[in-house]
């Protein structure tokens, strides 16, 4: 995959980062943090609700960044193009009907992307923000969305660990 393959040239450049494992890159719509266990059946509702709403669609990636700039990164991501609007639609659905449980409403845009590494000390990366930019145009493919998926995550020093907790198809 053309992602993996850029992924992999930049790591020489960006040796403080942990990255994300290919098999479990996504999109986070929503960012629920530490959520009671008892909450859950909620949420889980809740989502299948959003699912119910949206068709699945296309989701093109296209160029690499970081947040909160590519000079002093904490987040490498690739961008979404094609299906970006469809994506945000679905992100809005979803914070929506947990903002009906009690969760906060998002007070960012959403901004479409794919979490490819973090960085574990964040500081100035020259070679690091060279890299990105020549790849800011750069297409990596597509994916179908067809599912919301309600994860898990462990924070290590490894990287994330993500455990599936429920799924839910589109449409």
Same mark, same amino acid.
Do not use: C
């Given at each position: ?80 193009? !094609? =299906? ?32 490819? =590494? ?18 800011? !145009? ?25 455990? !599936? ?7």
């Amino acid at each position: 995959m053309a992602l993996a393959r850029e992924v992999g040239r930049l790591q020489p450049v960006a040796s403080n980062v942990a990255w994300v494992g290919a098999d479990h890159l996504h999109v986070t719509l929503k960012f629920l943090g530490a959520t009671d266990e008892d909450r859950l059946p909620a949420v889980r509702e809740a989502l299948a609700r959003a699912a119910g709403t949206a068709s699945a669609f296309t989701l093109a990636l296209r160029g690499l960044g970081a947040f909160p700039t590519p000079s002093r990164p904490r987040v490498i991501w690739a961008g979404a193009a !094609e =299906g970006a609007g469809a994506l945000a639609a679905l992100a809005g659905t979803v914070d929506r009907e947990l903002v009906a449980l009690g969760v906060p409403p998002e007070t960012r845009p959403f901004a479409s992307h794919v979490t490819l =590494g973090r960085v574990r000390e964040p500081r100035r990366a020259p070679r690091l923000a060279e890299a990105l930019a020549t790849a800011s !145009e750069r297409v990596f493919g597509t994916v179908t969305v067809d599912r919301l998926t309600l994860m898990r995550s462990d924070l290590s020093p490894r990287g994330a660990r993500y455990t !599936e907790l429920a799924g839910f198809a589109l449409g």
